[in-house]
């Protein structure tokens, strides 16, 4: 009897630990193929940004490690997403090939020229949901008929409520028909620029000795801390969340929702959910107002170079772009001060700083960094579209001994205390600020 083969194509799911696409191909056939591809469509365009380059190559050659682990091996090509695995299919002759489910625009293109392509050769192909995401985007709808909530508390008010599925066991043993796989290029083959010098990359692996330590003891104290700017207390799992390197699903399960941090920790990862579901409904909105805001923007490239060189005079706004710069990363409320500096302070379009941290963020996800520009710029989901976040209010709320601004402005750390967060009164060599905010 000749051995039935199947294909697993990772996308964003570069792990083996509860991973719905390699658990039903190596269910479903006597030997798998486990594959991802190098698509030429991503690496030609500014998403290859050199952090997530990075990033992306550390994870795979986690993920092969962990294949070889349980007997397999990872096969690599580079080419068009469809015809590769169309190519690779007909060489070890696949039945099925099993993909992970996405929102993005992209990714449904990538899933329909999948399936007419495979049809074409009499293959069948598998899309599982509630892998990228902790639940399907497609059945937490409201009641209402429409097929996204467009307010986050309704939403996860059902996503609490909603079944989700049990985290899977890891295959225990793989087999891999012989195949030929390219090697891992070497990140400057892949992209052109520099990183960020401190830039934090891995996978797998790496990832789940993060999650270890995380709810072994910090996830406690992340309800109260997290918005603690110099604490740095949050996880900073995210960029193991954008490439699938963790379980969302499995996160949801090992955190205990009824302590007050397990819960906040939780309801982020809802926010994930949420914004898939919304781009899922309409995949333009990661660059069309998802609703129409209260700021008329201005064309000010001046103003949008001072932002994102990190010289606005605000030194709380400039810490945060310079950790952006210096770590391919940046704290959420960090993130959340900077957006809401260049759209309502500045009034400039979030499109070009969603373009501006798309470029560096190594966690830079279209969903979640589209919609949370959207949120900051009242385009979006926010009941209160004309939030302005003071970035003086702010430094003094969640910085107050300005320890955060010393981290990464060191020539203003000679100032003490709150003193740091207005150099203009001390008259320290610093830039001045290019537009007047209340407290100044």
Same mark, same amino acid.
Request: net charge negative.
């Given at each position: 009897?000749?051995?039935?083969?199947?294909?697993?194509?990772? =996308?964003?799911?570069?792990?083996?630990?509860?991973?719905?696409?390699?658990?039903?191909? @190596?269910? /479903?056939?006597?030997?798998?193929?486990?594959?991802?591809?190098?698509?030429?469509?991503?690496?030609?365009?500014?998403?290859?940004?050199?952090?997530? #380059?990075?990033?992306?190559?550390?994870?795979?050659?986690?993920?092969?490690?962990? %294949?070889?682990?349980?007997?397999?091996?990872?096969?690599?090509?580079?080419?068009?997403?469809?015809?590769?695995?169309?190519?690779?299919?007909?060489?070890?002759?696949?039945?099925?090939? @099993?993909?992970?489910?996405? +929102? *993005?625009?992209?990714?449904?293109?990538?899933?329909?020229?999948?399936?007419?392509? %495979?049809?074409?050769?009499?293959?069948?192909?598998?899309?599982?949901?509630? #892998?990228?995401?902790?639940?399907?985007?497609? #059945?937490?709808?409201?009641? =209402?008929? &429409?097929?996204?909530?467009?307010?986050?508390?309704?939403?996860?008010?059902?996503?609490?409520?909603?079944?989700?599925?049990?985290?899977?066991?890891?295959?225990?043993?793989?087999?891999?028909?012989?195949?030929?796989?390219?090697?891992?290029?070497?990140?400057?083959?892949?992209? *052109?620029?520099?990183? !960020?010098?401190?830039?934090?990359?891995?996978?797998?692996?790496?990832?789940?000795?993060?999650?270890?330590?995380?709810?072994?003891?910090?996830?406690?104290?992340?309800?109260?801390? @997290?918005?603690?700017?110099?604490?740095?207390?949050? !996880?900073?799992? !995210?960029?193991?969340?954008?490439?699938?390197?963790? !379980?969302?699903?499995?996160?949801?399960?090992?955190?205990?929702?009824?302590?007050?941090?397990?819960?906040?920790?939780?309801?982020?990862?809802?926010?994930?959910?949420?914004?898939?579901?919304?781009? /899922?409904?309409?995949?333009?909105?990661?660059?069309?107002?998802?609703?129409?805001?209260?700021?008329?923007?201005?064309?000010?490239?001046? *103003?949008?170079?001072?932002?994102?060189? +990190?010289? =606005?005079?605000?030194?709380?706004?400039?810490?945060?772009?310079?950790?952006? @710069?210096?770590?391919?990363?940046?704290?959420?409320?960090? &993130?959340?001060?900077?957006?809401?500096?260049?759209?309502?302070?500045?009034?400039?379009?979030?499109?070009? /700083?969603?373009?501006?941290?798309?470029?560096? %963020?190594?966690?830079?996800?279209?969903?979640?960094?589209?919609?949370?520009?959207?949120?900051?710029?009242?385009?979006? =989901?926010?009941?209160?579209?004309?939030?302005?976040?003071?970035?003086?209010?702010?430094?003094?709320?969640?910085?107050?001994?300005?320890?955060?601004? &010393?981290?990464?402005?060191?020539?203003?750390?000679?100032?003490?205390? +709150?003193?740091?967060?207005?150099?203009?009164?001390?008259?320290?060599?610093?830039?001045?600020?290019? #537009?007047?905010?209340?407290?100044?």
């Amino acid at each position: 009897m000749t051995a039935r083969v199947t294909l697993a194509l990772f =996308t964003r799911d570069l792990r083996v630990h509860d991973n719905p696409v390699l658990t039903a191909a @190596h269910r /479903g056939g006597d030997a798998v193929v486990p594959v991802f591809v190098l698509d030429d469509a991503i690496l030609g365009g500014a998403y290859a940004a050199p952090n997530r #380059v990075r990033f992306l190559l550390a994870a795979l050659d986690e993920l092969d490690a962990e %294949l070889r682990g349980i007997g397999g091996r990872l096969i690599l090509r580079r080419g068009r997403v469809a015809d590769e695995v169309l190519r690779l299919a007909a060489e070890v002759d696949a039945a099925e090939v @099993h993909v992970a489910a996405d +929102a *993005s625009g992209y990714s449904s293109r990538r899933e329909r020229a999948l399936r007419d392509g %495979l049809a074409a050769d009499g293959r069948t192909l598998r899309v599982h949901a509630a #892998v990228v995401t902790a639940a399907d985007p497609e #059945v937490l709808t409201p009641s =209402t008929g &429409r097929d996204h909530f467009a307010v986050f508390s309704p939403y996860f008010r059902r996503w609490s409520q909603a079944h989700q599925r049990r985290p899977l066991g890891t295959p225990r043993a793989l087999t891999v028909p012989e195949v030929r796989g390219e090697r891992l290029p070497d990140a400057t083959e892949l992209s *052109s620029g520099e990183p !960020s010098p401190r830039l934090a990359v891995g996978g797998e692996t790496s990832g789940r000795k993060i999650v270890r330590d995380w709810l072994a003891g910090p996830v406690g104290q992340y309800a109260e801390n @997290h918005d603690d700017l110099a604490g740095d207390a949050t !996880s900073k799992i !995210s960029p193991y969340l954008h490439f699938g390197c963790l !379980s969302p699903t499995e996160l949801v399960h090992r955190v205990d929702m009824d302590t007050e941090g397990g819960h906040a920790f939780v309801r982020q990862l809802a926010w994930r959910d949420f914004y898939a579901q919304l781009l /899922g409904a309409d995949p333009e909105i990661a660059w069309r107002d998802y609703r129409t805001g209260p700021v008329e923007w201005r064309d000010d490239p001046a *103003s949008a170079a001072a932002w994102k060189e +990190a010289r =606005t005079g605000y030194p709380l706004v400039d810490a945060a772009m310079r950790q952006l @710069h210096e770590e391919g990363w940046m704290h959420n409320r960090g &993130r959340l001060v900077t957006a809401s500096f260049l759209a309502k302070s500045l009034r400039i379009d979030w499109r070009v /700083g969603a373009a501006h941290f798309l470029h560096w %963020l190594v966690d830079g996800d279209i969903a979640n960094n589209q919609l949370n520009w959207q949120w900051t710029a009242g385009t979006g =989901t926010d009941t209160r579209p004309n939030r302005v976040l003071n970035p003086l209010r702010q430094a003094e709320r969640y910085d107050p001994d300005g320890a955060y601004v &010393r981290r990464y402005i060191p020539e203003l750390a000679h100032l003490p205390g +709150a003193e740091i967060h207005r150099p203009w009164r001390a008259g320290a060599d610093y830039p001045a600020p290019i #537009v007047d905010v209340n407290g100044m």
